[in-house]
């Protein structure tokens, strides 16, 4: 074969990855050695060597994230935008896959996904009649259990006696079987039923089975060590294929499982030539991401853990050695998400750009510090995976409205809006309701129905609810003449849900209005309103797909893969991180999870990586001291600079020397009794940003960095009320303001 343009700029290894492409390969290699550029080069030489066509080809990722990107990087390799792939999350492909067969577990194609909060509505309807001890089992750790199991690829008569963890005083595995029932009869599955599902239909039913082995001549599947064992069954279902060699190509690093108490089985990796005789393994030892200092630091930490298969890890950047690894110590973490955005403050002037900088938290409460402080320096930054708008109450209240809309069945999404607004629907009238849906054996809305003429209810929630049956019904002949975009406008509309929040006076009322305007103009992207729910459900992290210039703030978990010029790791603390939770399980496990966890946060940054840790932190309400992580100790002095003459648990015995410590005096924190206050107080950080701000007059021109420009209507201390060109009126806090001189 000529060399293609394609492969030029690999190393041998990787090239030997790439075009090996017959038979079981398994890439096992460190991180940034190019295991993912590995997998989307192989799937575009598959391509342009005219191995296979683009549907024959399965490509796993683990994110929605990281599937565009692949997409796009192999319709840049190729020369044309890529399409009809099967190339997505487990999740998606499983989905897609499921909706062809759905008959074969007792659904139809136009089955439901529920979300967590729909499945804790289902269970608590499904236990009632174990009469469970909920303080003693919660529910949701009931869902967790059988989640485990469908991890586990188990239906419920596959979970033996030996399995049954005694949960729900040894119910569980009775409950699950009903749980299952009830799914099906609303033709609804959960996330892990998607895998669960698809994979039963392959194991009992050969010709489905055959057909994908027909289908699929390549299977490519990137993160692998992080696959649990209903993925790795369906992986090994499609893989093997009768006469034929598995062309399965998997790629992985046991050093960044980061997803066992998600279920996922690293011993994947280790099993994999047993399962694939003849699998060839290859190495890649040059990392080109990061430079030798992070290298250094982050293998320095990592060999801290025992049980690892064991990787050479060789800087491949011809660049110098590059910067140490800095360690900041800050008095707490309010001063923490300072320093972080002077720091982010003076790279921008430097012209770094801010779409190279992350900060990575171990706990999604960490990130709210951040945002303050972001909005504050005037620091456009995007939360990557955390505040998810689909999540939000009012956007959850208009997706149940939607379902029933094209599914008058939903109950699940009919109970949760039967009574919002306020229809007069009691805990009586709900009862009534369930009694007669199920003596009709139909569902609620057909009840509610029925009930309206047998005269069942009485005075203002009968009439309340004869309404919204005829703003359904009349939504639904919109829909099929104008459209869903007109539908579901009025829907909220006439269902008065809208005019709910224009009442509302608390203060998140408005921003509520503008996600669901927001959610109105989203849909005028799909073209139907199923489509619509479809994405929904399954791209949960579709916010921020343009790239611009922000700072990424996210989890660690969600940085996986990724790579940034810098990183911030803010909150090395133990207790944070490692989390409280690890710690108060005790033992080695755990902690070596949460080591891996601090390994993928450092290999995420190319030239600069910044640890933060905070002597004390404000847990809710409360100041808590405390102490640096031991991971701090674990970094091999030679690659890190410590800041100051910070102590680490190695040299701290008591608080108060650390207190009294001199870094901190000359900090940027000013002294130290006004400090010693602010940590006793428990009143919220904005009400110093309220006292000290200035009030701005009526009529003057301000630009705030989140709503952009606007003029001041009304103001108040603290408080104003701003007519923003973009976003239409708000109240802000005056101290986010900027006074624009024209
Ligand atoms: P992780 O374990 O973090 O997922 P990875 O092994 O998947 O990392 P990639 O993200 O594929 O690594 O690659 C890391 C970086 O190195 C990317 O920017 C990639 O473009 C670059 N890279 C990979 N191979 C080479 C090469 N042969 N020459 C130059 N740069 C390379
Ligand atoms: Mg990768």
Same mark, same amino acid.
């Given at each position: 074969?000529?060399?293609?343009?394609?492969?030029?700029?690999?190393?041998?290894?990787?090239?030997?990855?790439?075009?090996?492409?017959?038979? $079981?390969?398994?890439?096992?290699?460190?991180?940034?050695?190019?295991?993912?550029?590995?997998?989307?080069?192989?799937?575009?030489?598959?391509?342009?060597?005219?191995?296979?066509?683009?549907?024959?080809?399965?490509?796993?990722?683990?994110?929605?994230?990281?599937? !565009?990107?692949?997409?796009?990087?192999?319709?840049?390799?190729?020369?044309?935008?890529?399409?009809?792939?099967?190339?997505?999350? %487990?999740?998606?492909?499983?989905?897609?896959?499921?909706?062809?067969?759905?008959?074969?577990?007792?659904?139809?194609?136009?089955?439901?996904?529920?979300?967590?909060?729909?499945?804790?509505?289902?269970?608590?309807?499904?236990?009632? $009649?174990?009469?469970?001890?909920?303080?003693?089992?919660?529910?949701?750790?009931?869902?967790?259990?059988?989640?485990?199991?469908?991890?586990?690829?188990?239906?419920?008569?596959?979970?033996?006696?030996?399995?049954?963890?005694?949960?729900?005083?040894?119910?569980?595995?009775?409950?699950?079987?009903?749980?299952?029932?009830?799914?099906?009869?609303?033709?609804?599955?959960?996330? #892990?039923?998607?895998?669960?599902?698809?994979?039963?239909?392959?194991?009992?039913?050969?010709?489905?089975?055959?057909?994908?082995?027909?289908?699929?001549?390549?299977?490519?599947?990137?993160?692998?060590?992080?696959?649990?064992? @209903?993925?790795?069954?369906?992986?090994?279902?499609?893989?093997?294929?009768?006469?034929?060699?598995?062309?399965?190509?998997?790629?992985?690093?046991?050093?960044?499982?980061?997803?066992?108490?998600?279920?996922?089985?690293?011993?994947?990796?280790?099993?994999?030539?047993?399962?694939?005789?003849?699998?060839?393994?290859?190495?890649?030892?040059?990392?080109?991401?990061?430079?030798?200092?992070?290298?250094?630091?982050?293998?320095?930490?990592?060999?801290?853990?025992?049980?690892?298969?064991?990787?050479?890890?060789?800087?491949?950047?011809?660049?110098?050695?590059?910067? $140490?690894?800095?360690?900041?110590?800050?008095?707490?973490?309010?001063? +923490?998400?300072?320093?972080?955005?002077?720091?982010?403050?003076?790279?921008?002037?430097?012209?770094?750009?801010?779409?190279?900088?992350?900060?990575?938290?171990?706990?999604?409460?960490?990130?709210?510090?951040?945002?303050?402080?972001?909005?504050?320096?005037?620091?456009?930054?995007?939360?990557?995976?955390?505040?998810?708008?689909?999540?939000?109450?009012?956007?959850?209240?208009?997706?149940?409205?939607?379902?029933?809309?094209?599914?008058?069945?939903?109950?699940?999404?009919?109970?949760?809006?039967?009574?919002?607004?306020? !229809?007069?629907?009691?805990?009586?009238?709900?009862?009534?309701?369930?009694?007669?849906?199920?003596?009709?054996?139909?569902?609620?809305?057909?009840?509610?129905?029925?009930?309206?003429?047998?005269?069942?209810?009485?005075?203002?929630?009968?009439?309340?609810?004869? /309404?919204?049956?005829?703003?359904?019904?009349?939504?639904?002949?919109?829909?099929?003449?104008?459209?869903?975009?007109?539908?579901?406008?009025?829907?909220?509309?006439?269902?008065?849900?809208?005019?709910?929040?224009?009442?509302?006076?608390?203060?998140?009322?408005?921003?509520?209005?503008?996600?669901?305007?927001?959610? @109105?103009?989203?849909?005028?992207?799909?073209?139907?309103?199923?489509? %619509?729910?479809?994405?929904?459900?399954?791209?949960?992290?579709?916010?921020?797909?343009? +790239? +611009?210039?922000?700072?990424?703030?996210?989890?660690?978990?969600?940085?996986?893969?990724?790579?940034?010029?810098?990183?911030?790791?803010?909150?090395?603390?133990?207790?944070?991180? $490692?989390?409280? !939770?690890?710690?108060?399980?005790?033992?080695?496990?755990?902690?070596?999870?949460?080591?891996?966890?601090?390994?993928?946060?450092?290999?995420?940054?190319?030239?600069?990586?910044?640890?933060?840790?905070?002597?004390?932190?404000?847990?809710?309400?409360?100041?808590?001291?405390?102490?640096?992580?031991?991971?701090?100790?674990?970094?091999?002095?030679?690659?890190?600079?410590?800041?100051?003459?910070?102590?680490?648990?190695?040299?701290?015995?008591?608080?108060?020397?650390?207190?009294?410590?001199?870094?901190?005096?000359?900090?940027?924190?000013?002294?130290?009794?006004?400090?010693?206050?602010?940590?006793?107080?428990? /009143?919220?950080?904005?009400?110093?940003?309220?006292?000290?701000?200035?009030?701005?007059?009526? #009529?003057?021109?301000?630009?705030?960095?989140?709503?952009?420009?606007?003029?001041?209507?009304?103001?108040? !201390?603290?408080?104003?009320?701003?007519?923003?060109?973009?976003?239409?009126?708000?109240?802000?806090?005056?101290?986010?303001?900027? @006074?624009?001189?024209?």
């Amino acid at each position: 074969m000529t060399t293609q343009s394609h492969l030029e700029r690999l190393n041998p290894e990787q090239r030997a990855a790439i075009e090996t492409t017959e038979g $079981p390969l398994l890439v096992l290699a460190g991180a940034g050695t190019g295991k993912t550029r590995v997998l989307t080069t192989r799937f575009a030489h598959i391509l342009l060597s005219g191995h296979a066509k683009p549907w024959q080809i399965l490509a796993v990722t683990f994110t929605n994230k990281a599937a !565009r990107e692949m997409r796009e990087r192999i319709s840049a390799l190729i020369g044309e935008p890529a399409e009809g792939l099967w190339l997505g999350t %487990f999740h998606a492909l499983c989905a897609r896959m499921l909706r062809r067969h759905a008959e074969y577990v007792g659904l139809t194609s136009g089955f439901l996904i529920l979300d967590t909060d729909d499945q804790l509505r289902l269970v608590k309807q499904v236990v009632e $009649p174990w009469r469970i001890d909920v303080k003693r089992w919660p529910l949701p750790g009931l869902l967790g259990v059988i989640q485990r199991w469908k991890d586990r690829g188990l239906t419920p008569d596959r979970v033996t006696g030996a399995e049954d963890c005694g949960y729900a005083d040894g119910h569980a595995r009775a409950i699950y079987a009903a749980y299952q029932t009830r799914l099906r009869e609303l033709n609804a599955c959960d996330f #892990g039923d998607l895998m669960l599902h698809i994979v039963e239909i392959l194991r009992t039913r050969p010709d489905v089975l055959e057909q994908y082995h027909r289908l699929f001549r390549y299977i490519l599947v990137d993160e692998y060590q992080d696959t649990n064992t @209903v993925q790795y069954l369906w992986l090994r279902l499609l893989a093997r294929r009768e006469g034929a060699p598995s062309n399965i190509c998997c790629v992985g690093d046991d050093d960044q499982s980061i997803y066992s108490w998600r279920g996922a089985e690293v011993e994947n990796i280790l099993r994999f030539e047993k399962d694939f005789p003849g699998a060839k393994i290859v190495r890649l030892e040059r990392n080109y991401r990061s430079t030798a200092q992070i290298l250094g630091a982050a293998a320095g930490l990592i060999a801290h853990n025992d049980g690892r298969l064991g990787k050479t890890l060789r800087p491949g950047r011809e660049d110098a050695q590059g910067l $140490p690894v800095q360690i900041i110590s800050t008095w707490d973490s309010d001063a +923490e998400a300072r320093d972080v955005c002077q720091r982010i403050e003076t790279l921008r002037r430097d012209d770094h750009a801010l779409g190279e900088m992350a900060i990575l938290v171990r706990a999604g409460f960490q990130t709210r510090a951040f945002e303050e402080r972001l909005v504050q320096f005037g620091i456009p930054y995007r939360i990557v995976g955390g505040l998810r708008f689909y999540e939000r109450a009012e956007i959850r209240d208009a997706l149940a409205y939607m379902r029933v809309l094209i599914n008058p069945v939903d109950d699940l999404a009919f109970e949760r809006i039967v009574n919002v607004p306020k !229809r007069g629907v009691g805990t009586a009238a709900l009862q009534k309701l369930h009694a007669e849906a199920r003596a009709r054996r139909s569902g609620l809305a057909e009840a509610v129905e029925s009930l309206l003429q047998s005269d069942g209810f009485r005075g203002k929630s009968r009439e309340r609810l004869a /309404s919204l049956m005829d703003v359904f019904s009349g939504q639904r002949r919109t829909l099929e003449k104008e459209g869903h975009v007109v539908a579901v406008n009025g829907l909220l509309e006439d269902s008065g849900y809208l005019e709910m929040w224009r009442n509302d006076t608390s203060p998140d009322a408005p921003g509520r209005l503008e996600n669901l305007k927001e959610l @109105v103009r989203a849909l005028a992207d799909f073209g139907t309103l199923g489509e %619509f729910l479809e994405h929904v459900s399954l791209v949960m992290d579709a916010e921020g797909a343009a +790239e +611009e210039a922000r700072v990424s703030v996210m989890t660690l978990h969600g940085a996986k893969g990724l790579e940034f010029d810098t990183v911030f790791l803010p909150g090395w603390e133990e207790g944070v991180f $490692p989390s409280q !939770r690890t710690l108060d399980e005790g033992g080695d496990k755990g902690l070596e999870e949460e080591r891996r966890l601090a390994y993928v946060g450092i290999t995420r940054a190319r030239h600069r990586a910044v640890i933060l840790h905070a002597a004390s932190r404000r847990i809710y309400a409360n100041w808590q001291e405390s102490m640096p992580s031991r991971f701090l100790d674990e970094l091999p002095d030679e690659y890190v600079e410590r800041e100051g003459e910070t102590p680490t648990r190695r040299d701290r015995q008591d608080y108060s020397g650390f207190f009294s410590n001199s870094v901190f005096s000359d900090s940027q924190n000013s002294t130290m009794a006004p400090l010693v206050a602010k940590r006793r107080r428990v /009143s919220p950080v904005h009400e110093d940003l309220m006292n000290s701000a200035p009030q701005i007059e009526v #009529g003057v021109r301000v630009f705030h960095q989140k709503f952009g420009s606007g003029v001041v209507v009304s103001a108040d !201390r603290g408080a104003t009320e701003v007519a923003f060109e973009e976003s239409g009126t708000r109240r802000v806090m005056s101290s986010y303001l900027q @006074v624009m001189s024209d």
